[in-house]
Protein backbone atom coordinates (compact mmCIF):
# COMPACT_ATOMS: atom_id res chain seq x y z
CA UNK A 1 0.00 0.00 0.00
CA UNK A 2 1.15 3.39 -1.19
CA UNK A 3 -0.15 6.71 0.85
CA UNK A 4 0.29 9.73 -1.40
CA UNK A 5 -0.09 13.24 0.63
CA UNK A 6 -0.62 16.45 -0.82
CA UNK A 7 -1.88 20.13 0.39
CA UNK A 8 1.06 21.33 2.85
CA UNK A 9 1.87 24.99 2.82
CA UNK A 10 2.31 28.07 4.39
CA UNK A 11 -0.72 29.88 5.75
CA UNK A 12 -1.38 32.90 8.04
CA UNK A 13 -2.73 32.65 11.60
CA UNK A 14 -6.39 32.26 10.95
CA UNK A 15 -6.22 30.76 7.19
CA UNK A 16 -7.64 27.31 5.85
CA UNK A 17 -5.58 24.54 4.37
CA UNK A 18 -6.90 20.98 3.09
CA UNK A 19 -4.68 18.40 2.77
CA UNK A 20 -5.45 15.26 0.65
CA UNK A 21 -3.82 11.70 0.93
CA UNK A 22 -4.62 8.92 -1.97
CA UNK A 23 -3.48 5.36 -1.38
CA UNK A 24 -3.44 2.47 -3.77
CA UNK A 25 -2.22 -0.98 -4.18
CA UNK A 26 -3.97 -3.28 -2.22
CA UNK A 27 -6.57 -1.06 -0.32
CA UNK A 28 -9.91 -3.16 0.61
CA UNK A 29 -12.87 -1.84 2.94
CA UNK A 30 -12.85 -1.76 6.88
CA UNK A 31 -9.80 -0.01 7.18
CA UNK A 32 -8.75 3.31 9.29
CA UNK A 33 -7.70 6.54 8.02
CA UNK A 34 -6.29 9.51 9.62
CA UNK A 35 -3.81 11.89 10.37
CA UNK A 36 -1.18 12.61 12.65
CA UNK A 37 1.12 15.34 13.03
CA UNK A 38 4.93 16.35 14.27
CA UNK A 39 6.40 19.09 15.40
CA UNK A 40 9.86 20.04 15.82
CA UNK A 41 11.26 18.39 19.04
CA UNK A 42 7.95 17.43 19.88
CA UNK A 43 6.61 13.02 19.17
CA UNK A 44 4.27 12.69 16.83
CA UNK A 45 0.76 12.57 17.92
CA UNK A 46 -2.84 11.36 16.38
CA UNK A 47 -4.53 14.54 14.50
CA UNK A 48 -7.93 12.56 13.50
CA UNK A 49 -8.91 9.79 12.16
CA UNK A 50 -11.72 8.51 10.05
CA UNK A 51 -13.36 4.57 10.08
CA UNK A 52 -14.64 3.19 6.62
CA UNK A 53 -18.29 4.13 7.80
CA UNK A 54 -17.31 7.70 8.83
CA UNK A 55 -16.76 7.54 12.54
CA UNK A 56 -14.53 9.81 13.54
CA UNK A 57 -12.25 11.00 16.12
CA UNK A 58 -10.15 14.25 16.37
CA UNK A 59 -7.67 15.84 18.99
CA UNK A 60 -9.13 17.66 21.29
CA UNK A 61 -7.05 21.08 20.54
CA UNK A 62 -8.29 20.81 16.81
CA UNK A 63 -11.85 19.83 17.69
CA UNK A 64 -14.31 22.83 15.87
CA UNK A 65 -11.50 23.62 13.47
CA UNK A 66 -10.48 20.72 11.80
CA UNK A 67 -12.72 17.99 9.72
CA UNK A 68 -11.84 14.55 8.44
CA UNK A 69 -13.26 13.02 5.40
CA UNK A 70 -12.64 10.27 3.33
CA UNK A 71 -13.97 9.06 -0.39
CA UNK A 72 -13.98 5.34 -0.29
CA UNK A 73 -14.49 5.35 -3.97
CA UNK A 74 -11.37 7.15 -4.55
CA UNK A 75 -9.59 5.18 -1.17
CA UNK A 76 -8.61 9.27 -0.23
CA UNK A 77 -8.73 10.98 3.13
CA UNK A 78 -8.76 15.06 3.42
CA UNK A 79 -8.23 17.06 6.41
CA UNK A 80 -9.64 20.08 6.21
CA UNK A 81 -7.96 22.43 8.63
CA UNK A 82 -9.92 26.16 9.53
CA UNK A 83 -8.80 28.43 12.08
CA UNK A 84 -5.44 27.57 12.13
CA UNK A 85 -2.84 28.41 14.83
CA UNK A 86 0.72 28.85 14.62
CA UNK A 87 0.86 25.88 17.37
CA UNK A 88 -0.61 23.63 14.33
CA UNK A 89 2.66 24.12 12.81
CA UNK A 90 3.99 20.59 11.92
CA UNK A 91 4.93 18.06 9.42
CA UNK A 92 1.74 15.99 8.82
CA UNK A 93 1.59 12.47 7.88
CA UNK A 94 -1.38 10.13 6.44
CA UNK A 95 -1.72 7.20 7.98
CA UNK A 96 -3.75 3.99 7.11
CA UNK A 97 -4.61 0.50 9.44
CA UNK A 98 -5.84 -2.50 7.29
CA UNK A 99 -5.40 -6.10 8.73
CA UNK A 100 -3.32 -5.03 11.62
CA UNK A 101 -0.31 -3.18 9.62
CA UNK A 102 0.17 0.17 9.81
CA UNK A 103 1.34 2.37 6.61
CA UNK A 104 2.58 6.00 6.45
CA UNK A 105 2.57 8.36 3.81
CA UNK A 106 5.55 10.92 3.58
CA UNK A 107 4.89 13.58 5.46
CA UNK A 108 3.51 17.14 3.82
CA UNK A 109 5.01 20.34 6.13
CA UNK A 110 1.99 22.94 7.05
CA UNK A 111 3.42 26.34 8.73
CA UNK A 112 1.40 28.51 10.17
CA UNK A 113 2.84 31.66 10.79
CA UNK A 114 2.57 35.72 9.84
Known amino acids: VQLQASGGGLVRPGGSLRLSCAAS????????MGWYRQAPGKQRELVAT???????NYLDSVKGRFTISRANAKNTVYLQMNSLKPEDTAVYYC?????????WGRGTLVTVSS
Open 50 to 56: VTSGGST
Open 95 to 103: NLIQYANNY
Open 25 to 32: GGVFSGNF
